[in-house]
C-alpha cells in the first residue's frame, strides 16, 4: 500500500490540494512516502527525491547558483568554518563562465549536481528541448572534467511527469527539497533563520542559493550551521544521504 502526505500535514481540502499540485508541478504529484525515500511521485512513474526516510538525524544543505560570483565565496569560508560538507547544483552556462570557482567547491569536497544548461524553466520547454538542454549540459561537464555528473535539480525546481522520466532515462537523479526558507526573495535574515531551525527534521533536504541575488543567506548561516548541530543533526551530501539510505534500505530487506 502506498501512503501519500498532504504538505505541512495540514488539513486539505481535495480540491486545495488538486490546484496546488497542478500549480506546482504542472500535474498530479502527490509526495510518497516508502522505505527509503520522500519522493514526488507518479504513482509506480518516475521520481524526485525530496527527503530521506530514515529515523536518521542527517541533513543536507544544497545551494543552486545560477549567476554572479561574489556570494558564492563566503558561502564556501562559512561552511569550512563549520566543518560542513554541502551540495551545489550550478547551470551549465554559469559552469562555463567559473571554471575556477566550480573547482574550488570540489576541491572542498562539496557534492556537485547540475541545473541543466541554461536556467530555464523544464514545464515550459518542449520535451525535446528538455533533452537537448540536458545533453549538452553534461557535454559542457565532462569538457570541464565532471564525468559523473547524476544529480539534477530542474531549473526553478520546475518539472513534469515527462521530465521526470526523461532525468531517469537518462541516468539522472533528480533532487528537489523539503525546506525552502525562500532565500532568494531576501525575506530577512531572522526570517531565513526561523523557517530552517523551526521546520528542519531528520532527513531533510535545505534548499538555499548562492547567486548574487541572495543578500542575506550567508549571515543566516553563521547561526543556521553551528544551531542544527547544537540540535544534534549531522550534515551529508546528497550523494551521501543517498548512498546512507540505500544501504540501511537494502539491509532490512
Not at 496546488?20 to 527525491?49: H, M, Q, Y
Not at 523557517?195 to 543567506?217: C, F, N, P, R, Y
Request: a neutral charge; one cysteine or more; hydrophobic letters at 40%.
Amino acid at each position: 500500500m502506498q501512503h501519500f502526505y498532504a504538505w505541512n500535514g495540514n488539513r486539505i481540502k481535495k480540491w486545495g490540494l488538486v490546484v496546488i499540485a497542478a500549480l506546482f508541478c504542472s500535474i498530479f504529484l502527490w509526495v510518497e512516502r516508502d522505505n527509503a525515500f520522500s519522493v514526488f511521485s507518479t504513482d509506480k512513474g518516475p521520481r524526485a527525491l525530496i527527503s530521506s526516510n530514515t529515523k536518521s538525524k542527517d541533513v543536507a544543505i544544497t545551494f543552486n547558483i545560477s549567476w554572479g560570483q561574489e556570494e558564492v565565496f563566503p558561502i564556501l569560508e562559512s561552511l569550512k568554518k563549520n566543518n560542513v560538507k554541502a551540495t551545489f547544483f550550478v547551470s551549465g552556462e554559469w559552469a562555463e563562465k567559473h571554471p575556477d570557482i566550480l573547482k574550488e567547491i570540489t576541491e572542498s569536497k562539496h557534492d556537485l549536481g547540475m541545473m541543466g544548461y541554461r536556467y530555464k524553466s523544464y514545464a515550459k520547454q518542449d520535451i525535446a528541448q528538455v533533452k537537448k538542454d540536458l545533453l549538452y549540459a553534461r557535454e559542457v561537464f565532462k569538457k570541464l572534467g565532471y564525468e559523473e555528473m547524476d544529480l539534477l535539480r530542474p531549473p526553478h525546481g520546475h518539472f513534469n511527469k515527462e521530465v521526470l522520466t526523461l532525468a531517469e532515462d537518462l541516468g539522472f537523479k533528480v533532487v528537489q527539497w523539503s525546506i525552502n526558507p525562500e532565500d532568494y526573495k531576501n525575506p530577512g535574515t531572522q526570517s531565513i533563520v526561523d523557517e530552517i531551525m523551526k521546520e528542519t527534521s531528520g532527513g531533510d533536504i535545505i534548499v538555499l542559493h548562492a547567486s548574487d541575488s541572495v543578500k542575506q543567506t550567508n549571515e543566516a548561516l553563521k547561526t543556521v550551521l553551528p544551531g542544527l548541530k547544537q540540535k544534534g543533526y549531522e550534515f551529508v551530501s546528497i550523494s551521501e544521504m543517498i548512498s546512507k539510505t540505500e544501504a540501511k534500505s537494502s539491509a532490512v530487506k
